[in-house]
């Protein structure tokens, strides 16, 4: 789990929260907000968490949002363990850095959002193509979303790997 900064074309900045799961390579969500904060997370980590299940375990940075009581609290009563990356240490968290990449190239710099609707719309049709459409190389060219549901569904059902798995 990580954030990526960017802007709408007036130049308002966005924060945008991405999260994705290293074994099948789903993302539940990519989330943009003028502002996040540590209550911001929590909220959408249940949200996705309550449709897919929660992980065992969350590899996050040193961010103000992840270093929060908010977010201890919300793990521990979970039974999910906060993963931490030392400080100014990103290849800790090498995989949401290149999936981060490919975010900016493919969808943030290739649109110009002219509301934060807009960008909430433009992300989540790039991270449904991430998902259902594109295949992945590290799991045998199969598109994330097979991992899930082998019937092709488009959502995981709850109870799936994404429970045993780790998310960045």
């Known amino acids: 789990m990580d954030f990526v900064h960017d802007q709408l074309a007036l130049g308002n900045k966005i924060r945008v929260l991405t999260v994705v799961d290293i074994f099948s390579k789903f993302s539940p969500v ?3 907000k003028f502002s996040y904060r540590a209550e911001d ?3 959408t980590l249940e949200r996705i968490c ?3 299940g929660y992980p065992r375990t969350i590899r996050v940075d040193q961010g103000s949002e992840f270093v929060s009581r908010d977010l201890d609290l919300w793990a521990y009563t979970h039974n999910v363990t906060l993963d ?3 400080p100014g240490k990103p290849t800790d968290n090498a995989f949401i ?6 975010v900016r190239s493919e969808c943030l710099n290739a649109h110009w959002f002219m509301s934060l ?4 719309s433009k992300l989540e049709d790039w991270r449904r193509y991430y998902n259902e459409e594109r295949p992945h190389s590290g799991i045998g060219q199969m598109t994330p979303i097979l991992l899930h549901n082998p019937d092709g569904a488009s959502s995981p059902p709850k109870g799936t790997e994404a ?6």
């Open 84 to 86: 931490f990356s030392r």
């Open 163 to 168: 429970e045993n798995s780790g998310l960045r």
């Open 97 to 102: 850095e290149a999936f981060n990449s490919k």
């Open 50 to 52: 309550g449709e897919i």
């Open 41 to 43: 997370v929590v909220r």
């Open 30 to 32: 990519i989330d943009p």
């Open 117 to 120: 609707d807009d960008a909430r």
